[in-house]
């Protein structure tokens, strides 16, 4: 019989930490971090990552295992989750996977293309490129290679942007083509995914959110965290980790080339692109059970759908 792995999706501020730790509390469940910004040590205030004190009460895998000058990869994760996953079931637990990075659950629960490894060198002359002309430049270089790509990638998306035009350049293949070409298999052999996901409607609720939880990474530091960050010698805006929505917008005000309030309104509108992303992502997910994130009685409902698919018994109230 396939083992089951709970999948606790959502888009940003939609409260899924708080909704993971609560399960972990009633169920035999081990929480495992689907984020790609929380792998990063160092980045606590601009990923709403949980404190030390809840982390160490409610230990979270695949958090603060990478510095922000390292990568991190979906196929990287989905090695990482699968041996996480599989020595909580030897443990006799459940996995709950928790985050909103959807290109990781879609690349452990239906396998990744295999794609052209990372090319450092034609990364660093596209970055350079980009530095003197601007992404929405490439963009426009991208979509005359690969239009159907770039005609789902924003012209400021810069991490998405030289991928495609680094698989290009080493391949001349698009990458939508390489993407359209067939997976690696998946990851969940032996697995069963039991999908939940955490929505907000209307998306005018979910902005509010998005906004006070933006208010509250100021007001606690954020522009103080990527100072720090940017005396680490290695570290350049160039690298995903601070391309992550806030760390690139507090950077740029940082250097000088923007000032607070222009990068706190990039912040808040990239962080609310982001979520629109998200829940694309969800709406196109196969199997999903969708719970409203507001609700008085979604928790209790979640609590019931994971007893009803796992057979497990409640460990607390």
């Not at 940003?12 to 910004?37: H, N």
């Not at 079931?89 to 990372?118: C, K, Q, S, V």
């Not at 929405?136 to 991208?142: M, N, R």
């Amino acid at each position: 019989m396939n083992k089951p792995v709970i999948c606790l999706m959502g888009a940003t501020a939609t409260g899924k930490t708080d909704i993971a730790i609560g399960l972990r509390a009633r169920f035999p469940v081990d929480i495992i971090s689907v984020d790609s910004a929380l792998v990063y040590r160092g980045m606590d205030i601009g990923t709403a990552k949980p404190s030390t004190e809840l982390l160490a009460e409610h230990p979270h895998q695949l958090v603060d295992i990478l510095d922000p000058e390292d990568s991190y990869s979906a196929g990287e994760f989905v090695v990482d989750a699968r041996a996480a996953i599989d020595r909580c079931h030897a443990e006799g637990r459940i996995p709950l996977l928790a985050g909103g990075t959807m290109m990781y659950f879609r690349a452990l629960t239906r396998g990744i293309a295999d794609l052209p490894a990372a090319n450092p060198a034609i990364r660093a002359r596209i970055d350079a490129d980009a530095s003197e002309r601007g992404w929405p430049a490439l963009h426009a270089q991208l979509a005359a290679v690969d239009p159907l790509l770039a005609g789902r990638i924003s012209e400021n998306d810069g991490q998405r942007i030289q991928r495609a035009l680094e698989v290009f350049e080493q391949s001349g293949i698009p990458l939508s083509e390489w993407q359209s070409r067939g997976a690696q298999e998946p990851a969940g052999e032996g697995l069963r995914f039991i999908k939940l996901g955490l929505l907000i409607e209307p998306r005018r609720r979910l902005h509010e959110r998005i906004a006070e939880r933006l208010k509250i990474m100021i007001n606690n530091g954020l522009e103080d965290e990527v100072k720090t960050l940017m005396t680490r010698d290695a570290l350049t805006p160039e690298h995903p980790s601070m391309r992550s929505v806030g760390y690139r917008q507090f950077w740029a005000y940082l250097a000088g080339r923007t000032d607070l309030k222009t990068a706190s309104d990039k912040a808040l509108f990239a962080t609310r692109q982001l979520a629109k992303r998200q829940i694309t992502w969800l709406r196109s997910e196969t199997s999903l059970q969708t719970f409203d994130a507001l609700e008085s009685g979604t928790f209790d409902a979640i609590s019931r759908t994971i007893a009803a698919e796992t057979g497990a018994n409640t460990t607390g109230p």
